[in-house]
């Protein structure tokens, strides 16, 4: 299995500001993802980040706010932009070496929007 | 109609005993299917991944899947406290490579 590491591990920020999660790697991995999971809620996939191409977001998700990269395949970045209390969650990023692999989580970014 | 209903939880079950949790989805073309447990202010960490009919087996837990009447199950035998934590299934579609969770069912494990 990949290790994964996340950094912010969790933030308080103000309205209207933007905050970069990175998420690392220990190994090369074909597919990453990010995940947003919202106070007592389940698991939601925003995007699939892919490898030097523009990241694959799921419906109600867009490139404008959740900014997306993916410069090599142990590394991506997501962005909240323009941030409201609305953006309060857990933030999550998943690996897996294949397609059709396991996927593995970090520990997540804790976000607070005052 | 939700893709993947798990059964209604909080759901509690003393110490030794077995729990049995439940998943059903709705996307026949399902292929592979997972049971993630996150303890409270944790991460998704993987139990079990199953693909075809039947049970498997991992230490303390089985899996059971059965593609014909659409559920996937969890049974947790001899039930410790420390099993207590929110359980969530997951499953991918065909050639689909992200996975769909479930809303999870939280299981607290009485000593």
């Known amino acids: 299995s990949a290790v994964i590491s996340q950094k912010p591990s969790r933030d308080i920020c103000q309205r209207g500001t933007s905050l970069t999660i990175q998420c690392q790697v220990d190994?090369?991995?074909?597919?990453m993802f990010w995940y947003r999971q919202q106070p007592g809620q389940s698991l939601t996939l925003i995007a699939t980040a892919n490898q030097g191409s523009e990241a694959t977001y799921e419906s109600g998700f867009v490139i404008d706010k959740f900014p997306i990269s993916r410069p090599n395949l142990t590394f991506s970045t997501l962005t909240v932009s323009n941030m409201s209390p609305e953006d309060s969650s857990i933030y999550l990023c998943?690996?897996?070496?294949?397609?059709?692999?396991?996927?593995?989580f970090g520990p997540g970014t804790r976000l607070l929007v005052l | 109609q939700k893709e993947v209903e798990q059964n209604s939880g909080p759901l509690s079950v003393p110490e030794g005993a077995i729990a049995s949790l439940n998943c059903t989805y709705s996307d026949r073309g399902s292929q592979s299917f997972f049971w993630y447990r996150q303890y409270s202010g944790k991460s998704p960490e993987l139990i079990m991944s199953i693909y075809s009919n039947g049970d498997k087996e991992d230490g303390r837990f089985t899996a059971q899947l059965n593609k014909a009447s659409q559920y996937v199950s969890l049974l947790i035998r001899d039930s410790q406290p420390s099993d207590s934590a929110t359980y969530l299934c997951a499953f991918r579609s065909g050639s689909a490579r992200q996975l769909t969770f479930g809303s999870g069912t939280q299981l607290t494990v009485l000593p």
């Open positions: 998943s690996a897996a070496t294949s397609a059709q692999e396991t996927q593995y």
């Open positions: 190994s090369q991995v074909t597919m």
